[in-house]
């Protein structure tokens, strides 16, 4: 039985994963070198790589801060309550189990310019939904269980009696969180770390909702793909693919390597 599936499995990741990604170089080279460089050298095409890449700064570095904190709370802190905590963790499953697009939808209904929140901030100056805000939010809320779930299995595997002793010798909290509690989680992190950014270059449902793909203005590389394929530019549209595919798969190797290298050593 074994020597049946190990084909049909190697001829799905075929078919489902190697042969778009040969497609999508092939489309970006339709025109040759000079016309893979002129897709990516547009004027929209080099603000929705930047946008994407400022996106995913912003985002990496909150879903880091983020979800350190509510890892510990949710596995170590015994003052919340049990059904507390089983709220939160349904809650955080949420982005896994609606769509991107519904969580857009979610974040115009509540924050759009016709909502009273939306007017208030607007009324300040401030600009949530078609604005930079507004996509971080989207992009946050797909995210953000990413790298929650790679840390809170580490934390209960660890357990907590090395903590407890540093906290029993003196030792501050923060002075045991660096010492004790981060060498133990930090590949969790890093792991996370790779995967929130992969996510983030690939994010389009809810972003296109809340950004209204404004050209030079909120449009990330994800929707102008989507875009040029609508205006039939298919070449253009593979070429901005590919530097986004190329990108998440070398995270991806990259996470892959470091996993062995943690276990050599």
């Known amino acids: 039985m074994k020597k049946v599936w190990i084909p049909i499995t190697y001829i799905i990741f075929i078919i489902l994963i190697i042969i778009p990604l040969i497609r999508i170089f092939t489309g970006a080279m339709g025109d040759g070198w000079g016309g893979f460089v002129d897709a ?12 994407t890449g400022l996106i995913t700064i912003v985002v990496t570095l909150i879903n880091t801060l983020f979800g350190v904190m509510l890892s510990l709370y949710l596995v170590r802190a015994e003052w919340l309550p049990s059904k507390l905590k089983q709220l939160l963790n349904s809650i955080l499953d949420l982005p896994f189990a609606v769509s991107p697009i519904i969580g857009g939808l979610m974040i115009v209904l509540l924050l759009g310019p016709n909502t009273a929140i939306g007017s208030l901030l ?3 100056g401030i600009s949530i939904v078609y604005a930079f805000p507004g996509m971080v939010i989207a992009t ?3 995210t953000f269980p990413m790298m929650v779930r790679e840390i809170m299995p580490v934390l209960q ?5 090395q903590e407890e002793a540093a906290s029993t010798l003196g030792a501050y909290s923060w002075y045991t969180f660096w010492k004790v509690t981060w060498p133990a989680i930090r590949w969790g992190v890093i792991y996370g770390v790779v995967l929130t950014v992969a996510r983030c270059f690939g994010e389009f449902g809810a972003v296109l909702v809340v950004s209204g793909n404004i050209i030079n203005k909120t449009q990330t590389a994800t929707t102008l793909v989507y875009q040029d394929v609508e205006n039939f530019n298919v070449t253009a549209a593979n070429g901005v693919a590919l530097v986004l595919a190329a990108f998440s798969v070398g995270l991806l190797l990259l996470m892959e390597w470091a996993k062995k290298r943690k276990e050599v050593h």
């Open 122 to 124: 607007n009324d300040a």
């Open 157 to 161: 595997e660890i357990g907590s009696s």
């Open 140 to 142: 946050l809320f797909v």
């Open 40 to 51: 990516l050298s547009r004027p929209e095409a080099l603000h929705a790589l930047m946008m």
